[in-house]
């Protein structure tokens, strides 16, 4: 089975867990990822891991298989099972969450390129504050190759964690992100990502490379209404249709607070702010049901590998058959948004969760 490294807060080697009952390992293309660990509860697993919650210490985890992936230990916990004894449950985030460790707290206003934008989010919070608050850079956190995105934006925060911010905008204009570990020089790495089409990976049961499927769609709204400041009459609203306006018994619409996007004291013109408030309108949008049509599966171990024949955000083809869950047979274009990988007694296991794209 895979093994998994301790490192302390300078990043050195501190212990290495390869005794656990098992290792769930989760990354997304939207969000921050996480882990788990359940493993003996001895002397050498307490001592590497109690740290974080005795002496607040930071530990991290990595992967043993792919040093660039790495895990901030958040939460230990000391369990106790008929079966398996004395135990400890370690959890926590894959490193994308360090960008959860920073508030935009100060009005951000961004209207050009997308991947331009939300480098200098994450430049300005983590890197090269222009508040000049010192304390806000972390050293070994550094940009890295642009993916040449052409796709403008035009968008305000203030208030919002870093990680969340770029989660909504990585959900409505459909890229991704990713925080890299360079373990030569101990520095983590973000970037921008986006997907790659590969239609020669095809997931199917006919082709015995997909054990399950689960496909699920369910109702959204198609009308957002971001309601921003002033009073009464006076109140400024966005309104986002989200294919083409719909009327009657089809329209369903959902209500945004959207008062944090300010006209900076009217600085703005009316058609300015509008158009912020339907950005957000559509931010809020899918950042809520972005994940309304998706495909949860399982792959064979045999079949194509993560890391090797497919990516985090790639879009593949998989197949639902006819019967497995009471429809047609289905071919559908699918984004790769998460992977769930298992290390246990059974071996691995690998299950992404694919969303529809068109096409």
């Not at 985030?93 to 360090?98: A, E, I, K, V």
């Amino acid at each position: 089975m895979n093994q998994f490294l301790v490192l302390n807060e300078n990043y050195e080697l501190e212990a290495i867990i390869d005794n656990y009952k098992s290792v769930i390992w989760t990354e997304r293309f939207y969000e921050n990822g996480d882990f788990e660990i359940y493993c003996p509860n001895n002397s050498y697993n307490y001592n590497a891991l109690s740290m974080v919650t005795v002496w607040n210490i930071p530990r991290f985890i990595m992967r043993a298989d792919d040093h660039t992936k790495v895990g901030i230990i958040t939460d230990v916990q000391y369990v106790h099972s008929v079966d398996d004894g004395d135990m400890i449950i370690c959890k926590g985030f894959t490193d994308d969450y360090l960008l959860h460790y920073r508030v935009i707290y100060e009005q951000s206003t961004y209207v050009g390129n997308y991947e331009y934008a939300v480098r200098h989010m994450v430049r300005n919070a983590l890197i090269d504050s222009e508040s000049h608050i010192t304390a806000r850079q972390m050293s070994n956190f550094k940009l890295g190759a642009w993916a040449t995105i052409n796709d403008n934006v035009q968008l305000q925060f203030q208030g919002d964690y870093l990680d969340e911010a770029i989660s909504k905008l990585s959900k409505e204009r459909g890229y991704g992100y990713q925080v890299d570990f360079d373990p030569e020089n101990n520095d983590f790495v973000f970037k921008v990502l986006k997907s790659m089409v590969r239609p020669e990976i095809i997931f199917s049961t006919a082709l015995d490379n997909l054990l399950s499927s689960e496909y699920n769609i369910g109702s959204v709204p198609n009308t957002v209404y971001a309601i921003g400041e002033g009073t009464g009459a006076n109140k400024y609203v966005g309104i986002y249709d989200v294919y083409t306006s719909q009327s009657g018994i089809n329209r369903k619409e959902y209500y945004v607070n959207a008062e944090k996007v300010s006209t900076n004291a009217e600085s703005f013109n009316a058609l300015t702010y509008e158009n912020l408030l339907r950005n957000r309108a559509k931010e809020s949008f899918w950042d809520k049901f972005k994940n309304n049509e998706t495909t949860k599966s399982s792959v064979a171990p045999n079949s194509y590998k993560l890391g090797i024949d497919y990516w985090l955000g790639d879009v593949v083809k998989v197949v639902i058959d006819a019967g497995d869950q009471g429809h047609e047979k289905k071919v559908l274009s699918q984004k790769i948004i998460e992977t769930v990988e298992c290390w246990d007694e059974n071996g691995y296991t690998c299950e992404p969760t694919f969303e529809a794209v068109e096409g």
